[in-house]
């Protein structure tokens, strides 16, 4: 099988499960981010430190987002949009700006450096999935799927 299409469906089924549990439960199991993360989970071919990198990339995307949400922009959220040039629209703005800033901050001092996270933050910080359940189901399905990927077999 060609590396292009092992390499497509390894993505693929690192997106099955949670994508499955999604189904099951009809909880948020699946989201934007974890599409990319999937991607560079199956790319990076020095994996080392790379299921650290994710879980804690997306654990201080979670955490920025909420800081920013809750002290900014709490009860708005991307869904509903405020008007425009309203003082509601510019806090979520503010709220999506500063857990960017508040992301790449963490994800730097910590050493785990994963941009997908910093879509986790969005998500998150612009009131899409901001409850304190929404942080749990994020962090959930990125542990899932890299178990997964800790289970799938590696090339030689």
Known sequence: MSRIIRDSLKVGLLLCV???????TGRPFIFPSLGPSAFSLVMEKKPGDMLRTVIGGH????????????TIAEE??????????S??????????????????AGMLAAGARHPPA?????IVSLGIMATLRDALFIMLAVIIMCAVHRLMPREA
């Open 18 to 24: 949670p994508g499955a549990i999604a189904w099951v």
């Open 76 to 85: 708005l959220d991307l869904g509903n949009l405020p008007p425009s040039l």
């Open 118 to 122: 910093c879509a986790t933050t969005l």
């Open 59 to 70: 654990l201080i995307g979670v955490v920025g987002g909420l800081l920013a949400y809750y």
């Open 87 to 104: 003082l509601s629209l510019l806090r979520l703005a503010v709220s999506g700006v500063i857990s960017v800033i508040l992301t790449t």
